[in-house]
C-alpha cells in the first residue's frame, strides 16, 4: 500500500523507542548476567574471573541443581497433561451450557488472584490440623487419620503440593482459550456436518478437535513456558525447603544471589534458565511440525 | 443421566475455583479464634468490621493503593501506545528488518524476568534509580511488549488493508492514519492486552520485593506481604487486607472479562 511513502524518520519513530526500551532492559541486563557468571563475586568485593567454573560447579557439583531442574520439568509435564482435561471440559461447556460465559468467567478466578492471596489461601489448606489446617481436618473427618502429615514441611510430599496448586491455579486459563477456540469454530461447519449425519460426539472428533489444534498448541506452548517460569508461587509457599525440597530453577537462582550473596554463581544459573526456556520453545515447535507432517 | 453428571463436574470445579474468593471473604470477618478452629465454611459469628479498619489504618492501605494505581497506569499507557506502534510497523511497513524485529519480540515471551532480577538491581543503583517507582516500570512495560505485540500483529493481520489505502489516498499522514483510524480498530485487542498486563503488574511481587524497600513506595503485594510478618498474629485483618489487594482486579477482569477472549484467541491464531 503506502508503503512507499514510509520515510526512515516514520519507521524510526514507529520502532524504535519501543525496541530501544525493550533490548535496554530485557537484553542488556541478559548480557550482563552472562558477563557476571564469569567471576566469583559477592557484590561488596572485587570481582575476581573464574571462567567458566561457576558453569561446571553448577553442572557437575551442585547437589541442588540438577534435582531442582528436573522439578521444574515436572512442572512442565504436570501442566502439559492438564490442557486434554481442559479442553475436555471446554467442549462439555460448549455443550451443554446454554450460558457458558459466567461458568468460564469463574473458573478463570484464580488466574487472577495475586500469588501472595494464592499462597496464603493454600498454606492454610495445607497446615496441620492443629492450626485449622482444610485438608487435614477433611481426613480427619472421613477416618483417613494416616493420610494426615504437614504437606509443606514434609520433604516427600512438599512437591506434589505445589503442583497442585499450580494445576489448580491455572485450569481455569486454558479451559478460557480452549473455550473461545471452539467458540470461533463458524457454525456452518457444524450444519453442513449434521447433514451429513456427524453429530455430538460424531462432530467433535471430525471437527472440533482438528479445528481446535493451533489454540491447543497456543495452550501446551503458554503451559510448557509458564512452568518453566514457574518461581514466585513457590517462593511465597516455600521458598525451595524444606530442606531443599521444593527447589526449582529459579529459586534456586534467587537463593544463591540473594540468600548466599553468589552472584556469579546465581548469574550463571540465570543464563542456564534463560537457555532452557528458549531451548524448550524451540523442540516444542519441532514436535509440532513433525506431528504435523506425520498426520498428512 | 449423562447431563446430571456433566453438571455435578461443572459445579465441583466451580465450587473448587471460586472457593478460595468466598474462604477469604468469611476468613476476613472471622476473630482469630473462629480461624484457628479450622471451620473453613462457618459464618462468623458476628462480622468483624474491626479487621478492615485496623487494616486500613495499620496498613498504609491507601498509600499502596495509590502506588499500585501510578505503577500500573504508566506501565499499561507506554505499553499499550509503544507495542500498538511496532507491531503496526511490523505487519504494515514494507522493511527489511521486520520480521527479524518481530522474532526478537517473540523470544522476549519465553524469558523469565527474574532471570533479570540481579543485574537490574546493580544497573538502576548505578543510576540512581533504586528505589524509586521507575525502577518497576521499566522492566514491566519491556516485559509486558512481546505478549503484547504478538496479540497486537496478530490482529492488525486480520484488519483489511482498503481503509487505510483510502484514508491515505484522501491525503492522511501516517500518523492520523495510525491514531485516528487504526487504533480504534484495534480497540478489541487492546483491552485483551490491556487485562494481561494489569493483572501480571498489579500482582508482581518478586521484583517490587527486591528493588524497593521505601514504605512510601511499596506496591499492594508487597505492602500486603510486609503487613503479614508485622501482623502475623491478627490473621482477620489479613484477610481484611487480602480481599482489599484483590477487589481492584477482580473488578477490572469482570467488567472487562467479555472482551478478553475476543482479542487473545484473535492474536493467538494468527501469530
Known sequence: MHAAKISKLTLSVFVLPCLILYVVLVFVPISVAAYYSLFQWNGIGEKLFVGLSNYSTMLAHDPVFWPSVWRTIMFAFFSMAEIPIALLIAVLLTRYVRKPNF?????????????????????????????????????????????????????????FALFFVSLWQYLGYHILIQFTGIQNISQEVYEAAKIDGADGWKADRYITFPLVVPVFKISMVLAVIGSLKVFDMVMVMTAGGPAHATEVISTHMYNKTFAALEYGYGSAISIFLVIEC????????????????SMQ | MRKIAVWILFSVLFVSQVYPLVWLLLYSFKTNK??????????????????????YTAGHYLQYLTNSLIVVSITLLFTLVLSAMVSYAITRFNWKWGKAVMLLFLIGIMIPIQSTLLPLV??????????????????????????????????????????????????????????????????PPLMTVTILTFIDVWNEYILASTFISKISLKTLPFGIYSFFSQYSTNHGAIGAYLIMGAIPVITIYFMLSEKITKGMVAGAIKG
Do not use: C
Open chain 1, 103 to 159: 461458568l468460564v468467567s469463574s473458573y478463570f478466578l484464580p488466574v487472577i488472584l495475586s500469588v501472595v492471596v494464592i499462597g496464603q489461601l493454600w498454606k492454610s489448606i495445607y497446615n496441620p490440623a492443629s492450626l485449622g489446617g482444610l485438608l487435614n481436618n477433611a481426613l480427619d473427618f472421613v477416618g483417613l487419620e494416616s493420610w494426615t502429615r504437614t504437606w509443606l514441611a514434609d520433604p516427600e510430599v512438599s512437591i
Open chain 1, 278 to 293: 528458549l531451548l524448550a520453545t524451540v523442540l516444542l515447535n519441532k514436535l509440532f511440525k513433525s506431528s504435523e507432517d
Open chain 2, 34 to 55: 473462629e480461624i484457628m478452629s479450622g471451620q473453613f465454611l462457618s459464618l462468623p459469628a458476628t462480622l468483624q468490621w474491626d479487621n478492615y479498619s485496623s487494616a
Open chain 2, 122 to 187: 546493580v544497573i538502576f543503583k548505578n543510576i540512581g534509580i533504586l528505589n524509586t517507582h521507575l525502577s518497576l516500570i521499566l522492566p514491566y512495560i519491556a516485559f509486558a511488549i512481546p505478549i503484547a505485540v504478538f496479540i497486537l500483529s496478530g490482529f492488525f493481520r486480520t484488519v483489511p488493508r482498503e481503509i487505510e489505502e483510502s484514508a491515505s489516498m484522501d491525503g492522511a499522514s501516517v500518523y492520523r492514519i495510525f491514531f485516528n483510524i487504526m487504533l480504534p480498530i484495534i480497540a
